[in-house]
């Protein structure tokens, strides 16, 4: 880990705090190597940005970890039609592949994939070129797209060798039939076919928008599908390829482990995406259905509050259930977040808000947030001056008020009388967590 001190040093200083550094290097080297994540790169990131995935490539590889790159080559492929005279076909949002065009496939990707290796081994990073041996394919449908393919099965014993050794494999989109025809593959297809053999914990999709934007051209920070996905879909500025994406997206994830995630993000922003809370880009899980109760008596209370004491690192006061009355509970499936709200004088008010350490940047409380939200249009609350998600409660509210040890929060209050009751209420109002010894 010494030699890693510089590296990680050098990203502290720019992305994050030490803790969630840690927190993220423990959990990815925790993984087996083949399973900590398979990035996908487009052609126009080979093209555009090579330098800045380069760097983070090698990021990478100097904490201990190795990607599985799965590249494109569209742009290059049609520039290279064009100088080989090679009318370009488009059918259903596939290029149709001539045997006259597959010589001039094979040969850009080849390129592409060499370039991209020599470029990694000129910065002293260990990668392995892989152009064949992977997917293996059959016709799509030859009468209609000619030499493209369908990914029949995946091969991955050429990954398994370069990960042995610690090098990156780089891996071309072409694939071959049993009898030994070299086919043209979707990237996009030939990356899914890879994820769902290697079930691997992080899909990352490198690309120059750096995440998808919704209709103000605003980046979406993470969806949680259980949440959000049938909504999302309804959206009238959701359409075309952003719509097929998250399309592919959801369906991908539903063949994966709850714990797998895809990130849209940019080549210079992929260490942040990966070792902080906030990341950069747009982070989409299968995430947790939100529960609603009313009750305690509905509640794994012994879940409840082992959540709670490990997320706030304290104990809660043994008649804490006894004592406190909930006006709604928020609970995910698996007891990884929680709101807990109670009613005074007729204003719903927000006791605690916890997301576990593991599901830390996952955007799950995010989501737990905006179901509560959702059907609270009034809210008070109070944190500590010094609670590192002041800045998300920042942002989520109408007004705040310092006063002692306590930030109070609200929105949808409209009366300076409900923000006075708030306010005292906040600083009368007594904890619930036992003090740190």
């Known amino acids: 880990m010494n030699s890693l001190r510089p590296t990680i040093v050098r990203l502290l200083s720019n992305i994050a705090n030490a803790k969630e550094i840690q927190q993220y290097l423990k959990r990815f080297s925790q993984l087996d190597a083949a399973r900590f994540a398979v990035v996908k790169v487009g052609g126009a990131i080979l093209r555009d940005d090579l330098d800045a995935l380069v760097s983070s490539l090698s990021f990478l590889q100097q904490v201990g970890l190795t990607p599985i790159v799965v590249h494109g080559a569209g742009p290059q492929l049609d520039a290279a039609m064009i ?120 899909i990352i999709f490198l690309t120059g928008s750096g995440g998808l934007l919704d209709g103000e051209g605003e980046l979406i920070d993470s969806i949680n599908l259980s949440t959000e996905y049938a909504e999302l879909m309804r959206q009238p500025w959701l359409h075309s390829g952003m719509k097929l994406k998250i399309e592919q997206i959801h369906d991908l994830l539903m063949e994966l482990p709850p714990s797998s995630s895809v990130s849209i993000t940019k080549p210079a922003e992929l260490a942040k995406e990966l070792f902080t809370h906030r990341g950069s880009g747009t982070l989409v899980r299968r995430g947790e259905a939100i529960r609603s109760f009313t009750a305690w008596k509905n509640i794994d209370q012994a879940k409840l509050r082992d959540l709670l004491e490990s997320g706030f690192g304290r104990k809660l006061h043994v008649d804490y259930f006894d004592k406190t009355e909930p006006y709604k509970i928020y609970v995910s499936e698996h007891y990884r977040a929680a709101l807990i709200l109670t009613i005074e004088d007729g204003i719903p008010h927000l006791d605690k808000f916890v997301v576990s350490d593991d599901a830390q940047g996952e955007g799950l409380g995010r ?32 007004g705040c008020l310092k006063g002692g040890d306590w930030i109070v929060y609200w929105y949808g209050l409209d009366s300076f009388d409900e923000i006075r009751f708030a306010v005292d209420h906040c600083q009368a109002r007594p904890a619930t967590l036992k003090s740190r010894s």
Request: net charge neutral; no cysteine.
């Open 83 to 202: 100088t080989a005279g090679i009318e370009k076909q488009i059918v259903t949002g596939l290029r149709v592949t001539t045997p006259q065009s597959l010589a001039v496939v094979r040969r850009v990707f080849r390129q592409e994939n060499l370039r991209l290796v020599e470029a990694l081994q000129a910065q002293g990073v260990r990668a392995t070129s892989v152009t064949a041996g992977v997917f293996e394919s059959d016709f799509l449908d030859q009468d209609k797209y000619g030499l493209v393919g369908k990914v029949t099965a995946v091969h991955t014993e050429s990954i398994t060798a370069a990960i042995k050794i610690g090098s990156i494999p780089v891996i071309a989109s072409l694939g071959e039939s049993s009898g030994g025809q070299i086919l043209n593959i979707n990237a996009d297809w030939a990356a899914n076919e890879l994820v769902k053999m290697l079930q691997p914990y992080k």
């Open 367 to 398: 989501a737990a947030w905006q179901v509560m939200r959702t059907e609270n249009p009034r809210l008070f609350w109070r944190s500590r001056a010094d609670n590192p998600v002041n800045e998300f409660y920042f942002a989520e509210a109408d």
